[in-house]
């Protein structure tokens, strides 16, 4: 029977073969115990950065395996409306190789409020309420 670890191990792979960028969610990233960041250790990614001094989406980590990039999102991106996700995968999409230093750069204003709206990609639909 597989545990968590070897069936996130293989589903890594599998999924990276289709697709240029893989999000995950559910895992901890202060936990170096976690089945997900076991698994990307034992598939050979790279952890680019675990954690970001950003709120809301502090607890987010960025890996790469064979150049594509495995963002684990934090569980906060189901209450708010902007976390530390929405600054870096505007990033991801284009290509760009985000590295920890991109991350530590996120701690100049880390407080992610709607004073911070300029930070973020403009998005149709906003509303007054948003920002």
Not at 43 to 48: D, K, Q
Not at 51 to 72: C, E, R, T
Request: charged fraction near 20%.
């Amino acid at each position: 029977m597989l545990d968590e670890t070897d069936a996130v191990q293989r589903a890594i792979p599998a999924l990276l073969a289709d697709a240029n960028l893989l999000l995950t969610a559910g895992a901890n990233a202060t936990d170096p115990l976690d089945p997900t960041l076991v698994a990307l250790e034992r598939v050979g990614a790279t952890i680019e950065k675990r954690g970001a001094p950003a709120h809301p989406g502090s607890a987010v980590w960025l890996a790469y395996l064979d150049g594509k990039p495995i963002f684990g999102v934090a569980a906060c991106g189901m209450f708010s409306k902007a976390t530390v996700l929405d600054l870096i995968l505007p990033r991801l999409f284009t290509g760009v190789r985000v590295t920890a230093a991109d991350f530590n750069g996120l701690g100049h204003g880390g407080l992610l409020s709607k004073d911070m709206a300029f930070r973020f990609p403009s998005y149709r639909g906003r509303t007054e309420d948003d920002g």
